[in-house]
């Protein structure tokens, strides 16, 4: 075996075709388990890119443990069987394709050569060169594609040789992609034909087909073909035979209208009535004509206009010169005595600038249904106005009707107050305080009997308030409950820098009032309710963050509740919430009013151990209150102002309002006359003389004549005096509108009921001050 060695030494050298001799060796059952390399040319290493030291004497698969062991039984029958073998394979690690002939030379030895054949393959058809397509082989046994320039380019793969299943995943469906792979790997040369076409991932469409006839026995052969613009125009096609068909089933009339010739040619007509008037055209084919003989006689007269003149054939070729794609216009058309609504389109045909599509169709229906939709949109529009109208006017007679007998129970307590040693007309004003409260208590019961009303859209008023003081105000209110309940009760405000701010006195109230008068209702006898006002951080534009706290150690509420305490009518069955009294609407106004004022509410609570409820409020800082003059009187001054001499009419249709404002009248001096609503004050004016009355206080909502509508009639009188006579609304209506009301007609004054006396002697001292009437003092 040396000397065989040493004349492949001097034979194959040198020589450029790649050569070898190997040792086959055997396992214990007599199946071949390794090749070692006896010799090899420099040729044969550099097929794997080694020098021939590098490789001699080297056992194959402890080199390359991976390797094809298909080789392992080619190499056992040339060197133990005596039989040459030739075949081709692909070599995974270099990718290359090779012809590789194995031929015996003694027992356990066998020669072998290695032709690299992947220029071959590749340049086998030299014909394809010129087509749009590249050409693939394919391995089976390594499931490696080889793909030719050609096709590379193609695909715009950067690699010629790789795996099918990395080819298959570059296209971008996934259903394709195992379409492709199971195509590829499981074609049969001798059976079948394969084609198949996708897209791939970089948007472009690839067909592939792989058919009998390759060449070489060894490897399958395919070929790729990229077909974007072929899909391309299909997609065209297909879009534009959608469109024509969209057109054609929704338009029942197409006609061909040629504008620089004056042809109108029909080219659809589905029914009846196309047909009709497709017959008007004459011999002639005017367009021209049949569009004038249409409009005179089948279009409706307020549309002939419109649709003769832009339907002319000047507008036709004005609208191909301008490149529109289309545009449409809606008429009316008679025919066989019954109007319907028709719409008439232009549409642009490509590849001509003289040519485009009249297309009509029948929107009868459409414009009925958007007809009867803003016939819907309106009536429920008038609902919502009379529904609108109707809630407000709901709230102002409520309000008008609490503050009337409300009214008379201050007033009548007052007065029994003041002269509570005159035992007869105390015991008078207790009689009507009673008769007042038992309406006010049927009120109550009849509105919480109707349905809940939802809060009305609520104006907020920016007027000076003091916040010190109204907490202050609210602790002289609450003390007696809490006194009488046995709780622990404090407000402190020592944490506020800015007492005086801009704000709804009312609204804060309102919110403070429900928040406190529930702690309170929730706290048993023992316990403690503490409430804190503080002042945050002035923002640059004047505006402070005031903090307002309410702590109990009442009942306290459940998580659950916690979640829901806001919401209209909610009750904790979890604590004795359930048995206190309430309608559930108190924390709900509040809530509201405080989203509306732009603060914020927190609420944290545990059953059995009480409640904190964390609310903030941005207030405007009052910085000019010390600069406005406030024409103030002490409150001890106000009951010593006189108006002896001075005649007030008094005007109000409820018997006990105009007996307790008359009362109070009489008692700083006035004289008084009364009325019973606005007819009989406007005819007691009429019938006195000039001067004679000097104030005039005046209900605004009464039967027959209202407020307003009395003073507007007053002032039109043609006498001297009406011009500047004070008249003074004082009303039950509390609403911004009833105020509005009462300037528009001309009244001098406002105020609400139930009365502040204070207020009203003070209005009345500003509007009679300067009359001059002997033995008054106004101050």
Request: glycine share 6%; hydrophobic share 40%.
């Amino acid at each position: 075996m040396n000397e065989i060695l040493h004349c492949c030494e001097q034979i194959f050298d040198r020589s450029t075709q790649p050569f070898g001799i190997a040792q086959v060796h055997l396992d214990a059952a007599g199946n071949p388990a390794d090749v070692t390399i006896e010799y090899l040319n420099a040729a044969m290493a550099a097929t794997a890119d080694a020098a021939p030291a590098d490789l001699r004497g080297k056992n194959v698969y402890e080199i390359w443990p991976d390797g094809d062991r298909a080789w392992l039984e080619f190499y056992y029958r040339a060197a133990y069987d005596d039989e040459a073998v030739e075949f081709e394979t692909v070599s995974v690690e270099y990718r290359t394709f090779q012809h590789v002939s194995i031929f015996p030379i003694v027992r356990g030895y066998c020669g072998y050569e290695v032709q690299d054949i992947t220029s071959w393959m590749t340049h086998t058809h030299t014909a394809l060169e010129s087509v749009s397509a590249g050409m693939f082989f394919y391995e089976a046994r390594t499931h490696l594609l080889l793909l030719t320039e050609p096709a590379q380019e193609c695909c715009r793969m950067a690699s010629g040789y790789l795996d099918v299943r990395d080819f298959a995943d570059a296209f971008i469906d996934e259903a394709t992609a195992q379409m492709v792979y199971d195509g590829i790997v499981n074609f049969n040369s001798e059976h079948g034909r394969m084609l198949c076409e996708g897209q791939l991932k970089d948007g472009r469409w690839i067909r592939l087909s792989m058919s009998p006839g390759e060449a070489t026995a060894r490897f399958a052969t395919g070929f790729l073909e990229d077909i974007t613009l072929l899909k391309e125009v299909e997609e065209k096609s297909a879009r534009r035979s959608e469109i024509i068909e969209s057109l054609s089933s929704e338009y029942f009339a197409l006609y061909l209208v040629n504008a620089k010739a004056d042809t109108i040619v029909p080219y659809l007509l589905r029914n009846d009535v196309a047909r009709f008037f497709a017959s008007l055209i004459g011999d002639d084919r005017s367009y021209r004509a049949w569009l004038e003989h249409y409009c005179d006689n089948y279009i409706a007269e307020s549309d002939r206009y419109s649709v003769r003149t832009r339907l002319s054939p000047a507008s036709v070729r004005a609208f191909l010169d301008e490149h529109q794609a289309d545009f449409s216009l809606s008429c009316r058309r008679l025919y066989q005595g019954e109007e319907q609504y028709i719409e008439l389109r232009l549409l642009r045909l490509s590849g001509t600038t003289d040519e485009v599509v009249l297309a009509a169709r029948n929107i009868n229906e459409e414009v009925k249904d958007q007809l009867d939709q803003k016939e819907a949109l309106q009536t429920a529009l008038t609902l919502a106005e009379h529904a609108s109208e109707a809630k407000t006017t709901f709230l102002t007679n409520i309000s008008h009707d609490f503050r009337t007998p409300l009214n008379s129970i201050l007033g009548f307590s007052h007065r029994a107050l003041d002269h509570v040693d005159e035992q007869d007309l105390v015991r008078n004003s207790l009689e009507k305080i009673i008769v007042s409260g038992d309406h006010l208590l049927e009120l109550i019961n009849d509105i919480l009997d109707v349905s809940r009303i939802e809060s009305g859209r609520v104006v907020l008023k920016e007027q000076p308030l003091d916040v010190v003081q109204l907490m202050e105000d609210l602790q002289g209110v609450f003390s007696s409950q809490a006194l009488e309940k046995d709780i622990d009760f404090t407000v402190r405000t020592d944490g506020v820098r800015d007492a005086r701010v801009l704000g709804d006195q009312l609204r804060i109230n309102q919110i403070l009032v429900n928040t406190i008068g529930n702690a309170l209702k929730y706290t048993d006898a023992g316990g403690r309710v503490e409430v804190e006002l503080t002042e945050g951080d002035v923002a640059p534009h004047g505006v402070a963050m005031f903090r307002v706290v309410v702590r109990d150690t009442g009942c306290g509420m459940s998580p659950a509740f916690v979640e829901r305490i806001f919401m209209p009518f909610e009750r904790d069955a979890a604590s004795r919430a359930r048995t206190e009294e309430g309608t559930g609407l108190g924390m709900t106004i509040a809530k509201n009013l405080i989203d509306l004022l732009g603060g914020t509410v927190k609420v944290t609570s545990e059953l059995r151990k009480g409640s904190e409820f964390d609310i903030t409020l941005p207030l405007k800082l009052d910085k000019e209150f010390h600069e406005r003059a406030v024409d103030a009187v002490p409150e001890e001054d106000v009951r010593l102002l006189r108006f002896e001499g001075f005649r007030a009419l008094v005007v109000d249709d409820d018997e006990l309002s105009r007996e307790i404002l008359g009362a109070i009248l009489l008692d700083h001096g006035f004289i008084v006359e009364m009325a019973g609503d606005g007819d009989e004050a406007v005819q007691a004016v009429e019938d006195t003389a000039i001067g004679h009355y000097d104030v005039i206080i005046m209900d605004m909502r009464m039967p027959r004549m209202t407020g307003d509508g009395a003073t507007r009639a007053i002032r039109a009188l043609p006498r001297p005096d009406v011009k500047d006579l004070p008249i003074i609304a004082a009303t039950a209506d509390a609403f911004e509108e009833g105020q509005r009301r009462a300037r528009e007609a001309g009244m001098t004054a406002h105020v609400t009921k139930p009365l502040d006396t204070r207020k009203l002697l003070l209005i009345l001292r500003d509007c009679l001050r300067g009359r001059g009437r002997q033995g008054t003092s106004l101050g």
